[in-house]
């Protein structure tokens, strides 16, 4: 049987909460500390090794990208925090554009 349900681009692509950037930029971020942290020798400062050091500062890039580019802006670190924090319940709404549906479509006819 054909799938005819309609595809709803009007919406923002996302994948785990996250848009198809922010995710790519997390992913990069990780796979590059990580290669990273298998190539370095290990760098001794103070008895400290730095290279884990540098790997998380090299991760952290795309998390810290995600939530400066949220709200297209840093103005609203309020809403940020908030959004991080708060807890939320998302109840379905109506449709916000009904006429993408065909009104006058054949339904198919299932028998028993």
Not at 22 to 47: A, C, F, H, N, R
Not at 63 to 90: K, R
Not at 100 to 110: A, K
Request: proline share 8%.
């Amino acid at each position: 049987m054909e799938d005819i349900t309609p595809l709803n681009l009007e919406d923002s692509p996302k994948l785990f909460g996250l848009r198809y950037d922010q995710l790519i930029t997390v992913l990069v971020s990780m796979m590059i500390s990580t290669q990273l942290y298998s190539w370095m020798d290990p760098v001794k400062i103070g008895g400290h090794e730095i290279r884990l050091y540098v790997s998380i500062f090299i991760f952290m890039i795309g998390p810290v990208y995600c939530l400066v580019s949220m709200n297209n802006g840093v103005s609203n670190w309020e809403a940020i925090v908030n959004h991080y924090i708060a807890p939320s319940v998302y109840i379905p709404g109506p449709d916000p554009n009904p006429t993408r549906f065909l009104i006058d479509e054949e339904l198919v006819d299932f028998c028993e």
